[in-house]
């Protein structure tokens, strides 16, 4: 069966352009949770000028991810490491790494439902000659939340981290 996917695209400008695509996925039929909830997925991509270790390290680094996002963060930055951030409103466990490439965490926020089971978010990291490709995958979001995450990852995390890695000179 043919998977639709809702195509949306963010565009504003900083010192350079910057194009933030992501992709919310429909498929039918739904995943669902043991509670009988639709599951939902997002894909977001952003351009961030700094090498992937940076942006890799900052992620994982407790005062340096408060600084981009502006809310407290505890990070133990290890596979089985539990996280949380923006103030205890996410939590989760880091499931995998790899240094500089990719980071899978087990994911959610005060907003899921009760008895849902984590989402997950993978972060991909490629080099690219202005800096680092960032792809952020959403899975297994509980049913009409994907959008909500969709802003909040484009307002909270991408556009932060474009003004936190541009005043780094990283």
């Known amino acids: 069966m043919r998977q639709p996917i809702l ?14 695509w992501g992709k919310i996925n429909l ?5 669902h949770d043991p509670g009988g909830r639709m599951l939902e997925n997002l894909e977001l991509t952003t351009l961030l ?3 992937p270790q940076a942006v890799y390290e900052a992620w994982l680094d407790s005062r340096a ?4 996002t502006g809310g407290l963060a505890e990070i133990e930055p290890t596979p089985g490491g539990a996280f949380t951030a923006w103030d205890g ?18 994911w959610r926020t005060t907003d899921f439902p009760t008895g849902a089971l984590d989402s ?8 690219v000659p202005e800096g680092t490709h960032l792809t952020l995958i959403h899975t297994d979001i509980p049913e009409g939340q994907s959008a909500d995450y969709q802003e909040g990852w484009i307002d909270y995390y991408f556009k932060p981290m474009q003004e936190y890695f541009a005043n780094q000179g990283a």
């Open 49 to 51: 000028p700094a090498s």
């Open 7 to 20: 195509d949306t695209g963010c565009l504003f400008f900083d010192t350079r352009c910057l194009v933030l």
């Open 120 to 127: 997950s978010v993978e972060v991909r990291l490629e080099e």
């Open 89 to 106: 409103y996410i939590q989760g466990v880091t499931l995998e790494l790899e240094p500089y490439v990719r980071i899978l965490q087990a």
């Open 65 to 68: 991810h408060g600084q981009f």
């Open 27 to 31: 498929s039918y039929p739904f995943p």
